[in-house]
């Protein structure tokens, strides 16, 4: 594992956030660009990051075996999360602000801010679990996910269709079935899937930058429910998760990897829904903002505090 290499990533991570902060306040990016960037990487980026991660690792009993267990601990720690942020979130009074709280602190951008950080720490190997990991992210995310949002609302609900087909399982199931083919592609088909893959990390951040830039930095540095949320999602539960995981006896690499994985900041998809459902939009992309800049300083420590763990056993 290379910590130098995670260094150098979150240091680049924000400096892509820096450029899109600027090109919106230089009229470079506006609200239908932003919002056709989002679909595009949603929509293609990010189907090409998850295939592209799974196909570039060579078939082997093994690494099937390693990724289900990747795919075991995002079942394991999504509902562990869901649970740690329900009791977390109960003392916030704001109703919708509460199921977006909530929301922010299960799911992270696990896959355009993850994937760069595991592929920092653990090279092709990191990208390999973290493909399989989305698989648990995304069927949480149709399920509990909107099971959030939908308190005190009858007009949102999960239904099967999103829960199995939505632009991160068929990916997964695609990528998962051509991986279990182990049939070699050829390389005027994986070159342009992994050109696209490369899209997701830069637009997703100067997106977020950009997203930043539409909002009050007042509203964004001076309330106090942003710290509150950030200190629990980017430190207190991704040490419990940490605590936990080396517990249950897990190897380094997983603790590692779970640890990652539960101290990425709040996903884009908190921002999406709650503007599509309109849960307090405003303050979704505030968290989001805000959870993404903290963990230029957060994400290291986790590290760090991860690599201390699994030292002392």
Request: hydrophobic share 55%; proline share 4%; charged share 10%.
């Amino acid at each position: 594992m290379n910590f130098t290499s995670l260094l150098n990533m979150v240091a680049t991570l924000a400096i892509l956030l820096a450029v899109g902060f600027g090109s919106r306040k230089l009229g470079l990016i506006d609200d239908v660009f932003s919002k056709k960037l989002s679909r595009l990487v949603v929509n293609i980026g990010q189907p090409m990051l998850i295939i592209n991660s799974l196909i570039s690792q060579e078939y082997s009993t093994g690494n099937l075996k390693r990724g289900l267990l990747a795919l075991a601990i995002s079942f394991g720690l999504h509902s562990f999360m869901a649970v740690l942020a329900f009791l977390f979130a109960r003392s916030i009074k704001d109703f919708d602000k509460r199921k977006i709280s909530e929301f922010g602190m299960v799911f992270v951008n696990a896959g355009f801010i993850g994937f760069p950080i595991l592929e920092s720490l653990f090279g092709a190997d990191g990208l390999f679990c973290g493909a399989f990991y989305l698989i648990g992210f995304h069927m949480f995310l149709w399920t509990w996910g909107i099971l959030i949002l939908s308190r005190g609302r009858d007009d949102i609900k999960p239904t099967p269709r999103k829960i199995f087909l939505n632009y991160g399982t068929v990916p997964c199931f695609i990528g998962f079935a051509l991986y279990l083919s182990n049939v070699p592609l050829p390389g005027f088909l994986t070159q342009p899937v992994g050109y696209l893959a490369e899209l997701c990390t830069p637009l997703t951040m100067m997106i977020a930058g950009s997203l930043i830039a539409t909002g009050s930095l007042k509203k964004l540095f001076g309330a106090p429910i942003n710290y509150f949320v950030a200190m629990i999602k980017l430190l207190v539960m991704p040490a419990i998760v940490c605590l936990c995981l080396n517990l249950v006896g897990l190897d380094d690499f997983y603790v590692i990897f779970g640890t990652v994985m539960a101290a990425l900041p709040s996903a884009s998809m908190v921002t999406i829904l709650g503007e599509l459902y309109g849960v307090n939009p405003a303050f979704a992309s505030r968290i989001v903002g805000f959870t993404t800049i903290s963990c230029t300083l957060t994400l290291p420590v986790a590290v760090k505090f991860a690599q201390f763990i699994v030292s002392l056993w």
